[in-house]
């Protein structure tokens, strides 16, 4: 029988436990067994104006929001060893979904605040120690890159294409989709302002979109059947260009939507950043 205090310490892991055996044991039907964000309260970290939501790191995701609303600029900057990278969060005090990328280890969560021009000042710091349930868990999670829900037009094709089907299946139904169904915008591709995210709705309803948002819709259909699948930003040549990497029977596979729809053909391809 556990004690009152080992109950209390035992639930993240118990809910944990529940959600990937839900998600895994049987294996997975549709997007409505698909891994969603979620806030339990069960493991909520605070230092200064930065509030951690960590119940579900297990899972490769934590929640993040600013305790206090403010009209300044915010940027999250998320550190695990050598590797670092920096997101906008929104001022209004609203929980965001922010990726575990690197697996298992020590995470440095710190929330930045804009004072005046490009000076920012620290607004709070916490330490996370990850243990997922698998090393691959974060590419199953929605995030600012990969950002989509339930009703998401995307999702509900997938199901569509994909459901009940198993991983290599759904992989090539979607794959399938992307190259016959979709084309490359040239013009959003010079119009576009620098630094603007994957737009998945945007992509999906006009059949089109540039290296980022193909690859975001392509990794958003193959998640919500259960197959972790990577955005990965980079150069292919000397491009600066995103694709996606897939897990498929213990490996990783690699596609690349826009080469997919005939709007790229490069050679050589080097990660910088995945989400």
């Known amino acids: 029988m556990l004690k009152r205090g080992m109950l209390r310490a035992a639930i993240p892991l118990i809910l944990l436990l529940g959600a990937w055996f839900a998600f895994c044991g049987t294996g997975q039907a549709s997007s409505m067994d698909a891994v969603w964000p979620e806030t339990p309260g069960v493991d909520v970290r605070t230092n200064g104006n930065l509030v951690i939501d960590a119940s579900n790191m297990g899972l490769g995701y934590v929640m993040v929001r600013a305790g206090n609303p403010t009209s300044h600029g915010l940027k999250i900057r998320i550190t695990c060893g050598q590797w670092q990278l920096n997101y906008d969060l929104n001022g209004q005090g609203n929980y965001e979904s922010f990726p575990l990328q690197r697996g298992s280890g020590q995470y440095e969560v710190a929330l930045f605040e804009n004072v005046s021009g490009n000076k920012y000042s620290s607004e709070g710091k916490v330490t996370l120690d990850a243990h997922l349930v698998s090393e691959s868990a974060a590419f199953l999670v929605p995030n600012q890159y990969v950002s989509y829900e339930l009703w998401t037009s995307a999702v509900q094709k997938s199901d569509e294409l994909c459901a009940d089907q198993p991983p290599q299946q759904v992989f090539n139904a979607v794959?399938?989709?992307?190259?016959?169904?979709?084309?490359?915008?040239?013009?959003?591709?010079?119009?576009?302002?620098?630094?603007?995210?994957?737009?998945?709705?945007?992509?999906?309803?006009?059949?089109?979109?540039i290296c980022q948002d193909l690859a975001?819709?392509?990794v958003?259909?193959?998640?919500?059947?259960?197959?972790?699948a990577k955005l990965q930003i980079g150069y292919a040549d000397s491009y600066y260009h995103a694709w996606t990497s897939v897990y498929l029977n213990g490996q990783e596979v690699f596609f690349d939507p826009t080469n997919a729809v005939g709007a790229i053909n490069a050679k050589k391809y080097s990660v910088e950043r995945e989400y």
């Open 175 to 209: 794959t399938n989709f992307i190259a016959t169904e979709f084309q490359y915008d040239f013009v959003r591709a010079k119009t576009i302002p620098s630094g603007a995210l994957p737009e998945i709705d945007y992509c999906y309803e006009n059949r089109m979109g």
């Open 220 to 228: 958003c259909m193959l998640r919500v059947q259960g197959v972790p």
């Open 216 to 218: 975001a819709v392509t």
